[in-house]
């Protein structure tokens, strides 16, 4: 018999003496009673999330706090038993917080590693924290705590980068530079009203944040795994304990709904698209076919090969990370399409998707505020890309403030422009004479169009490129923060950020 065939029936052999070995077979498990054999060790792997759900151990250990309080005033648990939980689960989290709680062979997810170090702390009692309880709601609501604690802190650096953008917008309001439409230079604009055109966007998103918290912030816990609660637990008291705004109204929805999770994918890939764009007028700008701003060496890297290449990393990576981010929602729309209702196992992809996209916003937030902190902009450059046929729209409004009707003076303003073409010349260098030949109301005054200062601040009403117009924005920007966020009815753990101080 040749080796190969030897080394295949020994390892059935040794598989078939495994799956014989253990005479209780998955007793062990949290499923466990009702299976006789053991499970194939790639299907045990293949079954397993600790490896990512456990960075949602504090949520984990939060719920069961909580629930076992609620078992107590139920009954279920005596005052001694609760007291008892309460101290293992107490000791799980300093293990956790000392970096010292040991995942073992066997934990398949982070429920099932918390209770069977909770057995090896205080021994039997423990298998009483579990009653009325399903990982279905449990795990629901570890997810939407650990959410509503991570758009806690994405939301202040989504402030933080609004915010470095109202300043810069007022600090280099006197910038002015080439507006583009279709990558045609069109008219002349300030770089404070490009910029705040990339913040309130921002603005908007961070609107949409807040307003998703509250449909975040109901309670799955107490739904069990489909059915509801049987010994009554009071859902409304877990709920004020843990810092929900309430409790799910259906236990069905609540342990299969996993709209919080598509409703911040979908916010952050909007909020993506937004930076994505800034990131590409950036990149743009600090080309030198541009050279309207310098990136800090901090937010650039260079080539292997070309010494003299300074690459705007920091912007390319962000807008090529809305990809990533655009993906892992559309993937997790895909899951959760076509799923029966309440709980099926395809839901467990719900939380790499979400932790990757959050661990992005977070990433992407911060960098983007470093790189438009420490940007430099280039006000001679910006200057030098600017010409006079850029003011043809000037032009016709010169005509129109003497009386001449727009479409008509617009008409004329072309006239000008393809006579500059054909003399080969610029606008601001035809006569008084060969404008009065195209029409009569051209004047000496003419010459004053061609100042690309008094071009930007006529546009003085409110949301123009006027130097008033453009300051008052941005210093509006931080009363903008108070007045779209903070919902009164946001729960407990948000009402601590407050948007005074920035």
């Not at 390319?316 to 959760?336: D, H, K, P, Q, Y």
């Not at 000008?416 to 195209?438: F, G, P, R």
């Not at 200062?453 to 003085?460: A, H, K, L, P, R």
Request: hydrophobic residues 35%; aromatic residues 8%.
């Amino acid at each position: 018999m040749s080796s190969t065939r030897k080394s295949e029936r020994q390892a059935t052999s040794d598989n078939t003496k495994r799956l014989k070995q253990d005479a209780g077979g998955e007793g062990g498990k949290l499923w466990g009673g009702r299976f006789s054999g053991v499970t194939d060790p790639v299907m045990e792997q293949f079954n397993a999330s600790i490896q990512y759900d456990k960075r949602m151990w504090k949520e984990d250990l939060a719920g069961s706090k909580a629930y076992i309080k609620g078992l107590q005033k139920i009954g279920i648990v005596s005052k001694e038993e609760c007291t008892l939980i309460s101290k293992g689960l107490n000791d799980i989290e300093k293990e956790w917080q000392e970096g010292t709680f040991e995942i073992k062979a066997g934990d398949e997810d982070i429920h099932t590693a918390h209770e069977r170090r909770l057995m090896e702390l205080i021994g039997s009692a423990a298998g009483k924290l579990h009653t009325g309880r399903s990982r279905n709601d449990q795990v629901a609501t570890d997810m939407r705590l650990w959410l509503m604690n991570d758009i806690k802190q994405v939301r202040e650096k989504l402030v933080q980068l609004i915010q470095v953008n109202a300043d810069r917008a007022e600090k280099d309001v006197n910038a002015i530079f080439p507006g583009y439409t279709h990558l045609q230079r069109a008219q002349p604009i300030r770089f404070s009203q490009w910029l705040l055109s990339h913040t309130f966007p921002l603005l908007r998103d961070l609107q949409r944040l807040d307003e998703m918290v509250e449909r975040c912030a109901e309670m799955p816990l107490g739904s069990g795994a489909l059915a509801g609660h049987p010994f009554g637990i009071d859902r409304e008291a877990l709920a004020a304990e843990l810092g929900f705004l309430r409790p799910t109204p259906n236990s069905l929805d609540a342990t299969g709904g996993r709209d919080f999770i598509v409703e911040y994918q979908m916010w952050a890939s909007l909020t993506m698209v937004h930076l994505s764009r800034w990131a590409e007028d950036l990149s743009m700008y600090s080309s030198k076919e541009f050279g309207f701003v310098t990136l800090s060496d901090a937010y650039s890297t260079g080539s292997s090969l070309m010494p003299q290449k300074k690459n705007p990393d920091s912007l390319e990576l962000i807008r090529g990370r809305s990809g990533r981010v655009f993906g892992n929602c559309a993937g997790f729309l895909m899951t959760m399409k076509g799923l029966p209702s309440t709980y099926n196992k395809d839901l467990q992809e719900d939380k790499e998707s979400l932790f990757d996209c959050a661990d992005t916003m977070h990433s992407v937030l911060q960098i983007a505020s470093g790189v438009m902190y420490t940007l430099k902009i280039n006000p001679q450059a910006m200057r030098a890309a600017l010409s006079t046929d850029m003011l043809a729209t000037d032009l016709a409004y010169y005509l129109t403030r003497k009386a001449v009707p727009f479409r008509e003076a617009h008409k004329l303003a072309g006239k000008a422009v393809a006579m500059a073409e054909e003399k080969d010349c610029a606008l601001e260098d035809l006569t008084t004479n060969d404008y009065k030949s195209i029409h009569p109301k051209f004047d000496d005054d003419v010459a004053k169009v061609w100042d690309f200062e008094n071009s930007t601040d006529q546009y003085t009403a409110t949301g123009g490129t006027a130097k008033t117009a453009g300051t008052s924005s941005g210093a509006r920007i931080p009363r903008r923060i108070d007045a779209v966020c903070l919902l009164p009815h946001m729960p407990r753990i948000f009402r601590a950020v407050h948007f005074a101080s920035f």
